[in-house]
């Protein structure tokens, strides 16, 4: 595949200009961003395959949250991230359909997040209206509004994901700086408890 010719040439040229103080660290960045391109199209992958008779069964949303957060923990242990679930989720909270494409969507901006603070990430989970709103926020240096240069591929398809079930991601700046990164999802695509 494409992706996977990618990868085998950045290996290539990461052998072939080891110790080479200019190439060095940008190389190793780019291997980095592919293989997160691979595992971001992967879980979209897996979504198309868990569509119809394959999909999970709904999961209560801070359950899905724990667990969403322990799956993306054994790829950055050292990233502390405190998880905030608001009363009316964790008493009402929804049913979320066991989506891949939903997991993939939150572990993109964790991800987003931890490259910008590692030792500041906060997931927020609360009710608005008619919809479930999931926050990623950090406190990096922030982000121009509008203008999300180096959230790369991973974020278009999150909100490619997001598009087709219903919801949407906006941006903006946090109060602590950084970036707020939050996920909007109608109560009806999550199913109401």
Request: net charge negative; charged share 25%; glycine share 10%.
């Amino acid at each position: 595949t494409p992706m996977a010719s990618v990868r085998i040439t950045l290996d290539e040229l990461r052998r072939d200009y080891a110790g080479d103080d200019e190439l060095d660290q940008p190389l190793a960045l780019l291997s980095g961003q592919v293989m997160r391109m691979q595992a971001v199209l992967e879980r979209l992958g897996d979504s198309a395959r868990a569509r119809g008779d394959k999909a999970g069964p709904s999961i209560d949303a801070p359950a899905w949250l724990v667990r969403t957060l322990e799956h993306w923990g054994v790829m950055g242990p050292q990233v502390r991230v405190r998880l905030e679930v608001a009363k009316d989720v964790a008493e009402n909270g929804p049913l979320l359909a066991d989506d891949p494409a939903l997991e993939a969507v939150l572990i993109v901006l964790l991800n987003n997040a931890a490259q910008a603070s590692p030792d500041s990430v906060t997931l927020r989970a609360r009710l608005s209206g008619q919809t479930l709103c999931l926050e990623v926020v950090d406190c990096g240096g922030g982000m121009e509004i509008g203008k999300t240069e180096g959230w790369g591929v991973g974020l278009e398809l999150a909100r490619a994901a997001l598009k087709r079930m219903g919801g949407a991601l906006e941006i903006d700046t946090s109060e602590a700086g950084g970036v707020n990164a939050r996920v909007i999802l109608p109560l009806s695509v999550t199913k109401a408890a």
